[in-house]
Each structure stands twice: as C-alpha cells, then as structure tokens.
C-alpha cells in the first residue's frame, strides 16, 4: 500500500479467486481473465453500435456532443482512476465501465422509456441493464464453442448490480447472481463514475449548445461558483468559454476525488476487512464526500431543470418516440417483415420480446432509416 491514503488494497478482488466463466476455457498465457473479458466488450458490435447512440444531445445539432461511446470511454477513464488510487482492481473495473451502457436503445432514455411503455402491454418491460447481459451471454455471435462473450461471473453479476441491489426472488432471471449481496467495490465504483462523467459533460455539451450562460450554472452550484470566483482570478483574460471549461475540469476533481475520499471514509468507518465483508454490508460503501455530494446533486437539480425539459431536447424526443413506436406496432403487426434470425424467433417465442431485442439493438441512424423507409 505505501504511502497512499486513500488504499484499499485489502478490498481488491483477486482474479484469482473469480467464479469463472459459464463455458470454461482455458487461460490465456499473458491476459489474466479480466483483460480478457475488457478485450471481448471492445471487439463486440454491440460496443461499436454505441457510436451512433445518443447520449444526451442529438449529433444534428453539433459535431462535438458526447454520443453513448464517447461517454462511456469517459466514464472507463474516471473508473481507472478511481479503481487506481483506490488499488483496487484495475482491469475488472475497467471492463465494468466499457460494458455499462451497451444495452441502452437508440436515442437514449426516450427510446428506453419508450420500449418499456411498449413491452407493458405485452406485459412485458425493458431495462437496458437486463438487456446488456442477453447481450453478452446470447445475443453476440463470435465463438463457435459458446454463445455470448462467455465473460466471467464477476462482470456479468457488476453489470447487473452496479446501479441497483435485489433480493432473492425478486427478479427471476438473475437469482443466479447473489441476490441480497453486495457486488465488490470495483463493481460499486461505476454508477458513481457514471454519474460524475455525465453530469459534468451534460454541463459542457448544454452550454457549447448554448442552453445557459455560466452566470446561470454558478448561481445554482455552489462547488462552481467557488471554482469559477477562483479562475476569474487566475485567468481574467480568458474567453468565457474557456473559462467555463477551466471550472469544469476542477469540478471533475472535485467530483472523482470525492468519491475516492467517501469511499474510503465509508469502508474504514464499515470495519469491512474482506471481500465477503462487502458483500454482507448492509449497503454500499462507494460513496461521495459531503462536499461532493451536494455538487452533485446541484449539478443534478440544474440539469435537470434548464437542459433536460429544453424545447429543443424535448422536440427530439417526441421523434424518438415516435419513431421507435411506429416500429414497434409495425414489426408486431408484421413479423413477416423482420430480417432473420429475428423472423423465425418471432414464431418460435414471444413476438414482442424479439420485436423488442431487435429494436434496442438498432443505432440511431438505422433506426432514423427504417422509420423512413417502412413508415413515412
């Protein structure tokens, strides 16, 4: 551990201790499972579809907003960071963060929200995070000896625990999963790296789009207006724009190092001494410092209130939703008209759930073109 403060060494989870893969294969001579299954998400299409996946603001209005890719390449730098000077395990985290997002929809929260509000009435749902693990263990088709990716326990148990917990029970298809446990730490670290990336590139992408001025985002965000007070000083010369993205780099320390400094306040206070320990804790212990937590959630309330509900936002989200419900009503409609293998698993299964998969597998632009080929 040396000289490092903020180490948890001890609370590593050790490769070598992993549950192992559903398929066991034989290990690699120089990539330790972890890499591997780091290796396997990159390579996958379903990672590459993510280029052409809103993030938060449609690329019509500018060459230079985050997409679903961009943003989870931020949220893997973050992670790394945090998993480092933590010392916990680097390559599990990182494999974490790549795959976090690879079930998420076209058009973003409009399109998952929209193939949920589809699927109730087939009495059905849609979750991305449920969605990411078919991906990984069904739905990707690179191996002749296994379906999936064939990726370790531990990735697949964080993909579906890193924003949530569940009890025995509670979700069927995921009982093979420790319900009622914990997932370890580096699992732990992704929701909160998720969130310190996209609140602050929110911020970026909202104020290059022009959507307030930094008057309006320091007046509502303490943390930023005692950064912004800081680089009027340092920097009076500076164009606005530069100013706000000198604050914005100082509030991503400001945010990642909170957690990192919550997280181990959290677990040295918890008295955990072992993985199992964590797993067993009555709740999570990567956490924010109290300063970091109110800039979060002020940065939330201010997203929330001057970007999110923007007309601009909300005029590309009826499109969204439109379009990926006319799609919907039309391949259940008529399922004739589905590309294979989808066709056939419409009349061997339930047809929505097939409608479904291959909806949230499309990219915005394939599903842009679909629309208007089969519908307008």
Same mark, same amino acid.
């Given at each position: 551990?040396?000289?490092?403060?903020?180490?948890?060494?001890?609370?590593? +989870?050790?490769?070598?201790?992993?549950?192992?893969?559903?398929?066991?294969?034989?290990?690699?001579?120089?990539?330790?499972?972890? #890499?591997?299954?780091?290796?396997?998400?990159?390579?996958?299409? /379903?990672?590459?579809?993510?280029?052409?996946?809103?993030?938060?603001?449609?690329?019509?209005?500018?060459?230079?907003? *985050?997409?679903?890719?961009?943003?989870?390449? $931020? %949220?893997?730098?973050?992670?790394?960071?945090?998993?480092? %000077?933590?010392?916990?395990?680097?390559?599990?985290?990182?494999?974490?963060? +790549?795959?976090?997002?690879?079930?998420?929809?076209?058009?973003? =929260?409009?399109?998952?929200?929209? @193939?949920?509000?589809?699927?109730?009435?087939?009495?059905?749902?849609?979750? =991305?995070?449920? =969605?990411?693990?078919?991906?990984?263990?069904?739905? $990707?088709?690179?191996?002749?000896?296994?379906?999936?990716?064939?990726?370790?326990?531990? %990735?697949?148990?964080?993909?579906?625990? =890193?924003?949530?917990?569940?009890?025995?029970?509670?979700?069927?298809?995921?009982?093979?999963?420790?319900?009622?446990?914990?997932?370890? @730490?580096?699992? #732990? +670290?992704?929701?909160?790296?998720? $969130?310190?990336?996209?609140?602050?590139?929110?911020?970026?992408?909202?104020?290059?789009?022009? +959507?307030?001025?930094?008057?309006? /985002?320091?007046?509502?965000?303490?943390?930023? *207006?005692?950064?912004?007070?800081?680089?009027?000083?340092?920097?009076?010369?500076? #164009?606005? &724009?530069?100013?706000? @993205?000198?604050?914005?780099?100082? @509030?991503?320390?400001?945010?990642?190092?909170?957690?990192?400094?919550?997280?181990?306040?959290?677990?040295?206070?918890?008295?955990?001494?072992?993985?199992?320990?964590?797993? &067993?804790?009555?709740? *999570?212990?990567?956490?924010?410092?109290?300063?970091?937590?109110?800039?979060? &959630? #002020?940065?939330?309330?201010?997203?929330?209130?001057? %970007?999110?509900?923007?007309?601009a936002l909300l005029a590309e989200r009826e499109q969204a939703v439109k379009r990926i419900a006319d799609l919907f009503q039309f391949y259940m409609q008529y399922p004739g008209r589905l590309p294979e293998p989808h066709r056939t698993q419409a009349t061997e299964s339930s047809r929505h759930q097939v409608v479904c998969d291959y909806i949230a597998g499309m990219t915005d632009g394939f599903c842009a073109k679909l629309h208007l080929e089969l519908i307008d």
């Amino acid at each position: 551990m040396g000289n490092n403060p903020l180490s948890l060494a001890w609370l590593r +989870l050790p490769v070598e201790s992993s549950l192992g893969r559903r398929f066991p294969e034989p290990a690699h001579s120089y990539r330790n499972p972890f #890499q591997r299954d780091r290796d396997r998400i990159l390579h996958s299409r /379903a990672f590459r579809r993510l280029e052409n996946k809103t993030q938060v603001f449609a690329p019509g209005l500018s060459d230079h907003f *985050r997409n679903r890719l961009t943003h989870t390449l $931020e %949220v893997t730098q973050i992670a790394r960071t945090l998993a480092g %000077v933590l010392e916990l395990d680097q390559d599990l985290t990182e494999a974490l963060a +790549l795959v976090h997002d690879i079930g998420h929809p076209p058009f973003a =929260h409009a399109g998952e929200d929209e @193939l949920n509000h589809q699927m109730k009435s087939y009495g059905g749902s849609f979750d =991305h995070n449920m =969605h990411s693990l078919r991906i990984v263990e069904s739905f $990707e088709t690179r191996y002749a000896l296994f379906p999936g990716l064939n990726l370790t326990f531990e %990735v697949r148990e964080g993909m579906v625990k =890193h924003s949530r917990d569940f009890e025995a029970g509670e979700i069927k298809e995921l009982d093979a999963y420790l319900p009622g446990q914990r997932p370890p @730490l580096e699992a #732990q +670290l992704i929701d909160q790296a998720d $969130e310190a990336a996209y609140n602050t590139s929110d911020l970026d992408d909202a104020h290059s789009a022009g +959507l307030f001025q930094i008057e309006e /985002a320091v007046a509502e965000v303490d943390a930023l *207006r005692e950064i912004f007070e800081a680089i009027e000083i340092s920097y009076p010369a500076a #164009q606005p &724009r530069i100013q706000f @993205l000198e604050c914005l780099g100082r @509030l991503i320390n400001l945010l990642v190092t909170g957690i990192a400094e919550g997280t181990n306040k959290a677990t040295r206070e918890a008295g955990v001494q072992t993985v199992a320990d964590i797993r &067993r804790h009555p709740m *999570r212990l990567v956490q924010y410092s109290e300063r970091a937590l109110i800039a979060n &959630r #002020q940065i939330k309330t201010f997203l929330s209130n001057r %970007v999110y509900y923007s007309p601009a936002l909300l005029a590309e989200r009826e499109q969204a939703v439109k379009r990926i419900a006319d799609l919907f009503q039309f391949y259940m409609q008529y399922p004739g008209r589905l590309p294979e293998p989808h066709r056939t698993q419409a009349t061997e299964s339930s047809r929505h759930q097939v409608v479904c998969d291959y909806i949230a597998g499309m990219t915005d632009g394939f599903c842009a073109k679909l629309h208007l080929e089969l519908i307008d």
